[in-house]
């Protein structure tokens, strides 16, 4: 199923994120480097890569919509854990660590992409929508852990980590929105 390289809006499940006037974001999960050489080797891919050239910043964005997610596997419910942070994590590290080796691919696009973005500075988004039964209270306390223990699992690779979901902390550099009969 072809995709162009960089998509605005970019959807994911049921979520849709739009990033203005710039051309978007780009799928990391789906780029060949990462599917044909590091997925293999056990490596994890962040959701999208976005940069924002007006502050030359590349955004490494995970998403858990657990809104959708309808089984429990190993987060559970999606609350916030030791095991769903080490998953974002990795995610993360792994992303940044195959972005870096991008000059590498044989994916045009990919090299072009690393190529233009590489002097950009990083920044971590664990775009996190929980289950509608969780009340914010709770929610805002779950994501101030999260970002916590994010810092701290990627030190040495990045600290700047923003946890975002539409209701509480919506993203400053981009806008989210539910699509189907949800829709917010």
């Given at each position: 199923?072809?995709?162009?390289?960089?998509?605005?809006?970019?959807?994911?499940?049921?979520?849709?994120?739009?990033?203005?006037?710039?051309?978007?974001?780009?799928?990391?999960?789906?780029?060949?480097?990462?599917?044909?050489?590091?997925?293999?080797?056990?490596?994890?891919?962040?959701?999208?890569?976005?940069?924002?050239?007006?502050?030359?910043?590349?955004?490494?964005?995970?998403?858990?919509?657990?809104?959708?997610?309808?089984?429990?596997?190993?987060?559970?419910?999606?609350?916030?854990?030791?095991?769903?942070?080490?998953?974002?994590?990795?995610?993360?590290?792994?992303?940044?660590?195959?972005?870096?080796?991008?000059?590498?691919?044989?994916?045009?696009?990919?090299?072009?992409?690393?190529?233009?973005?590489?002097?950009?500075?990083?920044?971590?988004?664990?775009?996190?929508?929980?289950?509608?039964?969780?009340?914010?209270?709770?929610?805002?306390?779950?994501?101030?852990?999260?970002?916590?223990?994010?810092?701290?699992?990627?030190?040495?690779?990045?600290?700047?980590?923003?946890?975002?979901?539409?209701?509480?902390?919506?993203?400053?550099?981009?806008?989210v929105r539910r699509i189907g009969r949800n829709e917010q």
């Open positions: 199923m072809p995709h162009p390289f960089r998509e605005n809006p970019c959807r994911e499940k049921k979520l849709e994120f739009e990033f203005g006037l710039s051309s978007g974001a780009t799928r990391y999960e789906q780029w060949t480097s990462h599917i044909n050489n590091r997925h293999g080797e056990g490596k994890k891919a962040v959701d999208f890569i976005y940069p924002d050239e007006t502050v030359q910043r590349l955004f490494f964005t995970e998403i858990k919509d657990y809104t959708v997610i309808s089984r429990s596997g190993r987060a559970r419910q999606g609350l916030y854990s030791i095991i769903l942070a080490k998953t974002v994590a990795k995610k993360v590290r792994d992303s940044i660590e195959g972005f870096q080796v991008a000059s590498d691919s044989t994916d045009s696009d990919e090299r072009l992409f690393h190529t233009l973005f590489q002097m950009y500075s990083y920044r971590v988004v664990f775009h996190w929508e929980f289950k509608l039964s969780i009340k914010q209270p709770r929610r805002i306390i779950q994501m101030r852990q999260m970002k916590e223990k994010l810092r701290e699992l990627l030190h040495g690779v990045c600290t700047h980590v923003s946890v975002e979901n539409i209701g509480d902390n919506p993203s400053k550099y981009w806008t």
